[in-house]
């Protein structure tokens, strides 16, 4: 029952803290950094108990009318996810102590919501419960950046929500035409999975379109991605690093999860389709973060780029580009994760985001500077860093899949250091600061979280295999199946 308790644990926090008298600020922080750190705990708690074979899921009946239960699961690669989900979660919350805001506790209430939501998606194994579990996801990120975001939150937040719900609407139309046409008799992943077998051809082309679409809008890739930037920009830091560091990957996680392991014969069909949507997210991504001097922008419009290694990976769809995928999520949940906060701590201090004002960092703030300086290398695939490893696995597997085409994959790590060094030579090494003030060090909590998503980028980066010990297995078995 330890998924029913990931579940149920943030929940049951937000609704405590709902029942903390008004103006106990002290008491929410505290509940909220509990809740999450317990959350992390059960994770942790549950690579421990996967090492040791021992079953992890929960069924019962749920809504037998549309033959769907209440199924969860988990393999290594959602095992990967849930425990980005939680470390990143407890990051976002103790990074939100160093300031006060506007109904803190409606903020870290939805916070926790949205970590059990996406607890859910990672772990529900019938597509009934993982929809609902998906569209909840939309509903605390929603909030989180129309109420505690920037000066245009409501235009993002609107915008977000509208683009991921039609996104979703059209994943829901691809599943329903697999369990209609394919006279599935059960909404359970392993009998849709055996029910796109038997679709007619034209059908079931359309469905790999509907649900690919439906997951590139979330991931994002070109030309479905024009939400992100808005939405990054505008939500507070806690949002980005979650939007950036694990909502992205319920794309990603989809595309392996749906279109690989359901239709692995259309992905080699249309793999040149995939190759194209991948080559052009990368290098759209990456020359759009380079016309940027908003930092966050610059961030967020990277993380198109970086998923496009993702998209390339599946298209490749062998043991060795699936691999790289899979490792380019956590890479970047955590690389992303990072640079997000260190553009929130330097917000804090300067009250810009604008590399036209935020200049000298590595003097001003060292601690800050060479923070920067240690998530850029990691993010433009230093080799030693988590950046290089999912990156150099998804090329090394598309020229597998794509021959020397696969070239322009690979031209996407050229680019990426492009924007990252004009990020370092703008604001860390750059004389001049802009500041009210003389800007403080940093404080305890922020030096948690840096050093945190420091040694993990570093450590994951020098022994990959702490990851592909978890995920390699089940990405082979989803690619027999």
């Known amino acids: 029952m330890a998924l029913i308790l990931m579940l149920a644990l943030p929940v049951a926090a937000a609704i405590i803290m709902g029942l903390i008298p008004e103006g106990s600020r002290r008491a929410w922080r505290v509940v909220a950094v509990l809740a999450a750190a317990a959350e992390l705990g059960l994770a942790i708690w549950l690579l421990v108990a996967f090492a040791g074979k021992q079953d992890l899921s929960v069924r019962f009946e749920w809504l037998p009318s549309f033959q769907s239960s209440f199924f969860l699961d988990l393999d290594g690669l959602s095992l990967s996810l849930v425990f980005l989900t939680a470390l990143l979660t407890l990051l976002a919350v103790i990074g939100s102590l160093t300031a006060e805001r506007p109904r803190e506790r409606l903020y870290f209430g939805m916070i926790l919501v949205l970590e059990a939501a996406l607890v859910g998606v990672f772990t529900a194994r019938d597509f009934i419960p993982f929809y609902v579990f998906w569209e909840a996801v939309l509903v605390p990120m929603y909030f989180l950046i129309g109420i505690w975001g920037s000066e245009n939150r409501e235009y993002a937040a609107v915008k977000f929500f509208i683009y991921t719900f039609v996104g979703s609407v059209l994943m829901l139309l691809g599943v329903l035409l697999v369990y209609f046409s394919g006279a599935a008799g059960s909404f359970d992943f392993v009998t849709l999975s055996h029910a796109a077998e038997r679709m007619e051809p034209a059908v079931r082309a359309l469905a790999f379109w509907l649900i690919f679409v439906g997951f590139a809008v979330k991931l994002p890739s070109f030309p479905f991605h024009t939400w992100l930037p808005d939405a990054h920009v505008q939500a507070p830091t806690a949002a980005s690093v979650l939007l950036a560091g694990v909502l992205l990957k319920m794309g990603g996680y989809g595309l392996i999860r749906f279109n690989l392991a359901m239709f692995s014969d259309l992905v080699a069909k249309y793999r040149w389709y995939l190759l194209a949507f991948a080559v052009v997210s990368i290098v759209y991504g990456a020359l759009l973060a380079f016309a940027q001097r908003d930092m966050k922008r610059l961030v967020a419009y ?100 794509f021959g020397y085409w696969a070239a322009a994959v690979a031209a996407g790590v050229l680019l990426n250091a492009t924007y990252l060094l004009k990020l370092l030579r703008e604001s860390i090494f750059s004389p001049g600061f802009f500041a009210e003030g003389e800007p403080g060090a940093l404080k305890v909590p922020e030096r948690i979280v840096l050093w945190v998503l420091i040694v993990g980028t570093v450590g994951t980066g020098l022994y990959p295999e702490s990851v592909m010990y978890w995920v390699r297995p089940a990405l082979a078995a989803l690619m027999r199946s």
């Open 302 to 401: 990277s993380s198109i780029a970086h998923m496009g290694f993702v998209t390339a990976g599946v298209a490749a769809a062998n043991p060795l580009g699936v691999a790289g995928a899979a490792f380019v999520m956590w890479a970047h949940g955590l690389i992303t994760g990072l640079l997000f906060f260190l553009v929130g701590m330097s917000y804090e201090r300067f009250h810009s985001r604008s590399m036209d004002e935020v200049r000298g960092l590595a003097v001003t703030v060292p601690e800050l500077g060479w923070g920067f300086v240690l998530a850029s290398i990691a993010s433009l695939g230093m080799p030693g860093m988590a950046g290089f490893v999912g990156e150099f696995m998804s090329i090394v597997g598309s020229f597998g899949a």
